[in-house]
């Protein structure tokens, strides 16, 4: 496929539990982003890596979010002792390069017990 | 930091009347974006307004971007039922937020036939 891939496409998981989510990005892209949303709002920037720069994890809401990207590709959400409140749809997205069109992946739908 | 407000939040028009949703930041924009999420979707990128003043037309789409790129608009003219979904503007700042984008809490826009 050419497009953003994610997974899980749902998660379900109780409060207090870590959890893993994974984004594929288009191959080539260099820029990745993560962004997640609320039940009916807008989408709240995480975290933006490009290229070998340092990440811009400005968005990350507390310590028990963080992410990474390995080779350039892959990149992992983990969220450590999950709250109820972090219950959203995580939402991934690629790009050529800084500034250019974002291309969105299904995101995974994280639901905290 | 950055705010972008978006208004209305709703809109519900009947098919064939026309629909704009609005967009201002707080600062001067380097560029702005506008995505399409359908209900149960993923954001869809639209169109970039790089230019001061810049007007850009996809078939019933008209975007533009405000001479001081502190605003831009979407105007959808004759709706239909298949322009339902949440439109958001996404702007990038420039300088040391090069590449990230701040999203708009998106107009969701309802057609009844």
Redesign the interface.
Known sequence: GAGVSQSPSNKVTEKGKDVELRCDPISGHT?L?W?RQSL??????LI?F?GNSAP?K?GLPSDRFSAERTGGSVSTLTIQRTQQEDSAVY?C?SSRG??E???????TRLLVL | GQQVMQIPQYQHVQEGEDFTTYCNSSTTLSNIQWYKQRPGGHPVFLIQLVKSGEVKKQKRLTFQFGEAKKNSSLHITATQTTDVGTYFCAANAGGTSYGKLTFGQGTILTVHP
């Open positions: 820029a982003y962004y009916g709002q807008g989408l709240e920037f933006y490009q811009d400005s939402l997205a800084s500034q069109t974002q291309y969105f992946g299904p995101g």
